[in-house]
């Protein structure tokens, strides 16, 4: 009998306490505003007591080995815990799943509650998640000019590519740069990010929908903004995908909890110091993007399907533990790392795989498909594989090793256009960043670097 690694999935916890909900009708640039004085006074707090206090220690290893571990950053919105994986100010997946809002007809948290949960700390009310979907909907229409460029590029071109572009695009009309250019307070800088953030997240769904009508369906006719839908709402129908409930569910779940990571990984990072220059949030955002199309990072989401894919193909209808584990052995012998598989942080399975491969199990279509199949019994096998391996720190699956399977088994079988759909939802947490930035008045990032000689010279020296 073949040893398998299980990974346990927890059924949903009730929650240990309902979280500080937003007074109901407050909006949000008004709960944004109450919150500010706070965590102003706490980090000038912070400051003022300590400024000098060491947190942790830099050894050489942090600095050749991607700064992995380096306490070097602040970030609200998020904390991710090696063991237990990410909270959103506090509140882990299954908390919010119980207490953010959905959709009208809908059970899954959808991307405004979250949005509102990141910026503000607070879990909104039901009625202003509506005003929030509906604020966002009326400023989401593409300008005329991205759309041209969008139509312009050739299919052939990656869809990555093609968001990063039309998003660095949308700052011909960033409200923050006007009015830097007028000479606006740092006081006031927020405001017209937090402006402009909303504006760029209103729109990522017609961008998102325009590039993948044009690389997949040219030429077909696109669905206009329902004002009575949500932004996932919107975006699936723009897609094409309006008809399919259990789509749009999945998607709304999907880019509700792949929004923040907290600030190391290479998109958020990103965003944060190309913002920190006072790059506007479009150019801060677009260069996040070309950061989330890697293999390692959010690309591992391609890489994944393409790769169970070609298993697939070369293992056929045999589809057994033994099949799989020698394919993952001819994968690592070749030199190729196992994708969706491995995290620099995390050292379990990440709790957005649980939450994707639960929706899966609440759906009886989705446990006969054959492509979700394959990854269910991949993930019973490959972690004991990569233990056996020997080199990675976590052979346990990441979010990556699941979130294409369900798309796919929708008909979204495009997989090039898989790490799209993450870019619409890391949005999310890279704009609430973006605005705190500014609220906070944090500095130009501008860590230290060594030369090798340096390093070795500190070293010896030390
Ligand atoms: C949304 C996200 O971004 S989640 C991550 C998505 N990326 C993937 O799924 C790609 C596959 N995974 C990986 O490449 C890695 O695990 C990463 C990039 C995510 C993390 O990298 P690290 O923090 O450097 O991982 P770790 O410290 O465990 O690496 C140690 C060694 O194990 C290897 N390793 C790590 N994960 C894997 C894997 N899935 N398959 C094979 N080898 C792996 C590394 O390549 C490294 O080898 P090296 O010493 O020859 O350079
Ligand atoms: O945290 C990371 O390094 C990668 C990741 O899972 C994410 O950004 O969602």
Not at 402 to 425: A, E, M
Request: aromatic share 8%; glycine share 8%.
């Amino acid at each position: 009998m073949m040893r398998q690694t299980c990974i346990r999935m927890p059924a949903r916890p009730i929650a240990a306490r309902l979280y500080c909900r937003s007074l109901s009708t407050q909006s949000l640039k008004d709960a944004i505003k109450e919150t500010i004085p706070v965590k102003q006074e706490q980090l000038k707090r912070i400051k003022a007591q300590h400024a000098g206090t060491t947190i942790g220690e830099v050894k050489v290893e942090n600095v050749i080995g991607g700064m992995r571990g380096l306490k070097a950053m602040l970030w609200d919105s998020s904390v991710l815990d090696p063991e237990k994986g990410i909270r959103f100010h506090g509140l882990s997946i299954p908390d919010c799943q119980q207490q953010l809002p959905a959709a009208p007809g809908g059970k899954e948290m959808i991307a405004e509650s979250m949005l509102w949960l990141l910026l503000t700390g607070k879990v909104p009310s039901e009625a202003q998640t509506r005003t929030l979907s509906r604020d966002l909907v009326e400023r989401g229409t593409l300008p005329n000019y991205v759309e041209k460029l969008i139509d312009s590029l050739p299919a052939t071109l990656h869809p990555m590519t093609q968001l990063g572009m039309g998003v660095a695009a949308l700052n011909h009309d960033s409200l923050f740069q006007a009015a830097y250019e007028k000479g606006i307070k740092k006081s006031e800088y927020w405001e017209a990010t937090l402006e402009d953030c909303l504006n760029l997240i209103s729109r990522l769904p017609a961008l998102a929908a325009r590039i993948y009508r044009n690389v997949y369906n040219p030429g077909k006719a696109m669905e206009s903004l329902d004002k009575n839908l949500d932004l996932v709402g919107n975006y699936v129908r723009l897609l094409g995908f309006g008809d399919n409930h259990s789509l749009t569910e999945y998607l709304r779940l999907y880019i509700a909890l792949h929004g923040d990571h907290e600030g190391g990984n290479a998109s958020a990072h990103t965003a944060h110091l190309v913002g920190s220059t006072l790059s506007d949030p479009y150019l801060s955002y677009s260069a996040a993007l070309f950061a989330l199309a890697g293999p390692l990072h959010g690309l591992a989401n391609q890489e994944v399907l393409r790769w169970q894919m070609a298993m697939q193909t070369e293992i056929g209808s045999d589809v057994t533990h033994d099949r799989i584990k020698e394919y993952l052995w001819k994968t690592l012998k070749s030199g190729q790392v196992v994708p969706g598989y491995g995290h620099g942080v995390l050292r379990n399975p990440d709790p957005r795989f649980i939450a994707l491969q639960q929706f899966c199990d609440s759906k009886p279509e989705l446990q006969d498909s054959p492509i979700i199949q394959l990854v269910k019994k991949t993930y019973e096998v490959a972690p004991g594989v990569l233990k056996e391996h020997g080199k990675t720190k976590n052979p346990y699956p990441n979010v990556d090793a699941t979130s294409g399977c369900v798309l796919y088994h929708y008909g979204l079988t495009q997989f090039k256009y898989y790490t799209v759909i993450f870019g619409v939802s890391r949005a999310l947490g890279c704009i609430t960043q973006l605005v705190w930035a500014r609220a906070l008045g944090l500095p130009l990032e501008r860590p230290k670097s060594l030369s090798l000689d340096a390093i070795e010279k500190l070293a010896k020296s030390a």
